[in-house]
């Protein structure tokens, strides 16, 4: 590309790299760089092909330049035709139908194949490269016309900015559109007044939103919140309680229920005092009032840890047990403060914590602690009122400070830094109705109408002050008389003052002045030393005041702080008050919601407790209904078994029997009790309604009737019951035994018959019977369990009534305890205190005492085990360690009769050896003497010689301090020939040429070359060298036959306790026990 690639893609098959750039060419050639296909389809005047994009595949390319449309192509692949893209119909708009000329479809432009591709590569190499060159030709020669005029215009613009001002022409006549300017001058008119109108609708609705906002949240405020910040700490700050103004029904409520807890405490008096009448007292006349109870009988009311428990007769109790006089005044007096305290505040309504019982005291509890609460607030806000008055005062006194501190730095001339307490827009509660002009983000637009408005207000205000400034004829008048200040000689202060020296006393010197001259000046001197004297202590005054200002203002900072210090910890109790008022609140309509929450509860239960109550009738009145049924049917199938069986007993008893003989009649019998064609075929029918139940299972529905069933097609395929009409299977005479007439036989088939009859009644009746019985049972189960849940919706309503019961008395109390005092473990939110215990410091403090007596029995006797164990521990070391020994004299004794005797033995047995190692010693010891004789003369010598160079030490400082006294004189010589010599080198007509040759050192004058030195004295300083370095090497040979004495005595030592090797042992001492 000949410029920047715009878009560059790459297929799924990684084959195709697809290029888009801003000379307008696209081109597509393989990862290794051969090109497929390369042409300029954009115009690169406009951009060129910036938009780019193609399918996963690559073959199916969009590319654009962003103002001249879409041009869309399909990629052929190596080796193929290129594939003509159409797009068939689509839903084209008629008006836009005959401008796109479109008959059915268009043509889309694509690319050719690879082997077209290569040809049209050759092609636009000799074609187009041309074309390109002539377009880039022309693309430069109109960008140099552009520039040509861009410069013409900016030569112009330049020459008309140093032209005079009235042949200078304005920046908007340059403009050769005019029209066009007007044009859009009118539309950017427009538009800013529609801009206008619409910031000025949004400011009005601002505007609104803002009152309503102040009118609901701001002037229904008693109290705006405010803080107080520290001036030396900003980090220290205190707020205080914003209060809103209550309405007239909260004030109205109030109201009420104060006047009826007034109304009640003086019913509670009365009933308490002697004055009641007996009739309105419990147990007619007793001394206890008729209350629920009282909690005196439980509770002293010396209980500070419960919250709200303000007792008076607690404050009396201690007043009349107090020991002393001292604490019954303590008593009386803190007593006579809780009576004033519970005066005017509603602490005095409250009721006792053991007295909220009803649903309505804690309602009227809710209030009056609400009410608590904001006196609590109202007492810190005259709190925090007084420390803001406070801190207006320090602030005062502080800028007063601050002012002479200023005067002070100004008549000193310093520039120093005053400290001056901060201000803070949080102390003054309007502040966030007042918006300042760096809260503003955006810059204020000022239009040029404003603009020139304002530069003309501000001109003729500089116009006017300079005018006045000219006419002030009083301050010309005060800088001509007075030097522009109206304070007298007499009220300037010693650093005002400026002593002016006469020209004269600095022109003539001082011998050629007159006597009055001199005196003239010496007065001047003088007044100028007293000035500044004056001046001197004046500024150290001011110093010492400008400490003890800026002293003040520090100790007034602090002083401020710690009193906001002291506020702050006031806030935290005021906020525990508080807190624990509105905690209180929250747990009593806790207990309210509950209460609310049982009871519908309770409806609840009592509503389906009468629904099953109901029901339970039904189904009881039914049970009875259908029970009483079933035994009429029962007494009925009773009946019917019983002609059954009456009939086929009497078959032997009829009449028309009474001839036949028995073997006949046994015959006859038989016929009799043999089944009929339809009992058969209905024994089968049972056999098969038997197997299909088995198969489908006895699905027996409740709502069935009788329990019946509730099959649809349960008995498809079976034979019905129907009355037994069929013909008999016995015919006369074929079937008729010998001796039997045809009446008899007939008679026999009719009792038959009637058998048959009696027992399909039998069987109807009982099945009958057996359904009756199951929906019985089905009846008895749904009562019993219909009374089940009765019972269990009873039992669940009594359980919940005894709750309710319990939470009629269970009084919830807040306790206020240190945190050291609470021992159950807290949760991460909130710690249940359900089963929580309160016990007296004092039987904890006993429970101590007891464990304390126990541990130290503990302990004495854990000291007697351990002495004991000691003692074990003793004995067993003890017995080890005689073991051990007689082990040892049993090897010794073993070693002792193993022992060869030698000569050498022998002789150390006899005392020999003892002989040599004394001789031995004996030579050492001299040899030990002759050595310290030895070393002492040596130290003598070296002493002297120590002595000798010493003395030849101090003749040399001796000498050194005689030539150090030349050394100085010659010095002083040599500078006195150098002074010679500089005063005499003017009149040697210029200075002097050097004596020296070039490259050669210049000689010292006056002295200072080489030093002499005596080979006397250089010879004496060898010799005493030689004899300290002598001094030396003896001194440390003294050394080494010191550690070489000390060695031969430790060797000494050794020989001397050295014995044979098998008796060392008998001299060690025994080893001690360890304890």
């Known amino acids: 590309h000949g410029q920047v690639i715009t878009a560059l893609h790459l297929s799924e098959d990684k084959n195709a790299l697809i290029s888009s750039s801003m000379d307008g060419s696209i081109r597509i050639s393989s990862p290794t760089g051969t090109p497929q296909f390369a042409k300029h389809l954009h115009d690169p005047y406009q951009g060129g092909a910036m938009i780019m994009a193609c399918s996963g595949s690559g073959k199916l390319v969009v590319s654009s330049t962003g103002v001249d449309g ?43 194949t690879q082997d077209e591709a290569a040809h049209d590569v050759d092609e636009m190499t000799a074609e187009e490269a041309e074309a390109n060159t002539r377009q880039e030709a022309l693309r430069k020669t109109l960008l140099l016309e552009v520039e040509s005029v861009r410069k013409k215009l900016a030569d112009l613009v330049e020459a008309n900015s140093h032209c005079p001002e009235i042949e200078r022409l304005q920046r908007s006549e340059f403009c050769i559109d005019v029209e066009e300017r007007e044009r859009i001058a009118a539309k950017t008119m427009e538009r800013c007044n529609a801009l206008r109108s619409q910031i000025q609708s949004e400011n009005l609705a601002r505007e609104l939103i803002r009152e309503r906002l102040v009118a609901e949240f701001w002037e229904t405020m008693q109290i705006p919140g405010s803080s107080i910040f520290g001036m030396q700490n900003p980090n220290l700050t205190v707020s205080n309680y914003p209060m809103r103004v209550k ?35 419990r147990d007619g006349g007793a001394e206890q009032p008729d209350v629920l109870f009282t909690s005196d009988v439980f509770a002293s009311g010396s209980e500070d840890y419960i919250v709200n428990w303000f007792s008076k007769r607690a404050a009396q109790s201690k007043a009349e047990n107090a020991a002393g006089e001292e604490d019954a005044a303590e008593a009386a007096a803190a007593a006579a403060k809780l009576e004033k305290e519970m005066e005017g505040s509603v602490r005095r309504l409250l009721y006792e914590p053991f007295e909220l ?110 005018k006045l400034r000219e006419n002030d004829s009083g301050a010309r008048a005060l800088m001509q008389m007075m030097g522009g200040t109206l304070k007298t000689k007499k009220d300037l202060s010693p650093l005002e003052i400026i002593l002016e020296r006469e020209e004269w006393m600095d022109m003539i010197p001082l011998d050629e002045m007159s006597e009055e001259q001199r005196a003239a000046v010496a007065e001047f001197e003088r007044k100028e030393k007293e000035l500044q004297e004056a001046q001197d202590k004046y500024r150290k005054t001011l110093h010492t005041e400008l400490a003890k200002l800026r002293q003040e203002v520090v100790d007034n900072m602090s002083s401020f702080d710690d009193d906001l210090r002291s506020l702050h910890h006031k806030r935290f109790q005021y906020d525990t008050q508080v807190y624990c008022q509105e905690l209180y609140c929250v747990r009593l309509q806790l207990a309210l919601v509950q209460n609310q929450e049982d009871s519908s509860i309770k409806e609840r239960l009592t509503q389906q407790q009468m629904e099953k109550e109901r029901e339970l009738d039904t189904k009881e009145h039914q049970l009875q209904e259908f029970k009483s049924k079933c035994r009429r049917h029962q007494e009925s199938h009773n009946a019917k078994k019983e002609a059954e069986h009456q009939l086929i007993t009497s078959f032997r008893q009829q009449r028309e029997f009474s001839n036949v003989s028995a073997d006949v009649l046994r015959q006859l019998q038989a016929m009799f009790r043999q089944p009929t064609v339809r009992e058969e075929a209905e024994r089968q029918t049972d056999l ?66 009637e058998k048959a009859q009696a027992q399909y009644e039998v069987k109807k009746s009982q099945e009958t019977l057996d359904e009756m019985t199951t929906h019985l049972a089905h009846l008895e189960a749904e009562t019993a369990d219909c009374k089940g849940q009765r019972d269990r919706v009873r039992k669940e309503l009594e359980e919940h009534c005894g709750v309710m019961d319990k939470e009629v008395h ?26 929580a215990v309160v016990l007296d410091t004092e039987v904890v403090a006993s429970r101590n005492r007891r464990i304390q007596e126990i541990g130290k029995e503990k302990v004495n006797v854990l000291h007697m085990i351990k002495d004991f164990r000691k003692k ?93 006294r030349k050394l100085r004189e010659l010095q002083q010589n040599v500078v006195q020939r150098e002074h010679i010599r500089r005063l005499r080198a003017p009149q040697a007509g210029g200075a002097a040429a050097p004596t020296t040759k070039s490259g050669q050192k210049r000689p010292i004058i006056g002295g200072g070359g080489k030093v002499e030195v005596s080979e006397a004295e250089a010879k004496a300083a060898a010799n005493a060298f030689s004899e300290t370095k002598a ?33 060392v042992q008998l001299h060690q001492q025994p080893q001690m026990s360890p304890d």
């Open 872 to 964: 074990l521990s003793l004995m067993d070391w003890e017995q080890k360690m005689l073991a051990l020994k007689m082990e040892d004299l049993e090897e010794r004794t073993k070693d002792v009769h193993m022992l060869r005797v030698t000569k050498d033995l022998q002789a150390t047995l006899k005392g020999g050896e003892e002989g040599k190692n004394k001789h031995e010693s004996d030579m050492l010891e001299r040899k030990i003497e002759h050595l310290k004789t030895t070393t002492k003369q040596k130290e003598g010598q070296l002493q002297r010689q120590y002595n000798i160079v010493k003395q030849q030490r101090k003749v040399k400082e001796v000498e050194n301090a005689m030539l150090e």
């Open 70 to 112: 879409l041009m869309v192509w399909r990629a052929a692949k190596a080796g193929e035709a290129p594939e003509k893209l159409v797009v068939e119909d689509a839903p084209i708009p008629e008006e836009l139908e005959e401008e796109l000329q479109v008959d059915g479809v268009f043509q889309v432009w694509e690319p050719a």
């Open 1031 to 1063: 001094r030396r090497a003896l001194l440390d040979a003294a050394r080494a036959h010191t550690s070489e004495i000390d060695r031969l005595r430790r060797e000494l030592d050794r020989l001397r306790q050295k014995t044979f090797p098998s008796f």
């Open 357 to 466: 019982l009803t649903n309505c005291r804690r309602r009227v509890q809710v209030v009056l602690l609400q009410e608590l609460a904001q006196e609590y607030r109202a007492k810190f806000n005259v709190l925090f009122n007084a420390m803001m008055k406070e801190k207006a005062h320090s602030v005062e006194a502080i800028e007063e400070r601050n002012k002479k501190l200023r005067s002070i730095l100004v008549e000193l001339k310093m520039t120093e830094s005053v400290v001056s307490p901060p201000k803070y827009e949080l102390e003054n509660p309007k502040s966030v109705l007042t918006v300042r002009d760096d809260e503003l983000k955006a810059e204020k637009w000022i239009s040029p109408e404003e603009k020139e408005r304002l530069d003309a207000i501000k001109a003729a205000e500089d116009e006017r002050m300079r």
């Open 810 to 835: 269970d009084i919830e109390l807040m306790f206020q305890l240190k945190q050291g005092q609470v021992e159950v473990p807290q949760h991460a939110v909130v710690t249940d205190y359900s089963d």
């Open 247 to 281: 309405s007239g029904a909260e004030n109205s409520r109030l109201h009420k229920l104060k006047c009826l807890r007034e109304v009640e405490l003086r019913e509670k008096e009365f009933l308490a005092s002697k004055n009641c009448p007996a009739m309105l007292r």
């Open 688 to 753: 098969r309604k038997s197997r299909t139940s088995n198969v489908r299972g006895d699905a027996i529905t409740p709502g069935a009737p009788f329990g019946l069933p509730e099959e649809k097609y349960l008995d498809i395929g079976l034979k019905e019951d129907v009355e037994p009409t069929e013909e008999d299977a016995f015919r006369y005479p074929e079937d008729a035994p010998e001796g039997v007439d045809e009446i008899q036989f007939r008679r026999m088939l009719e009792l038959r018959r």
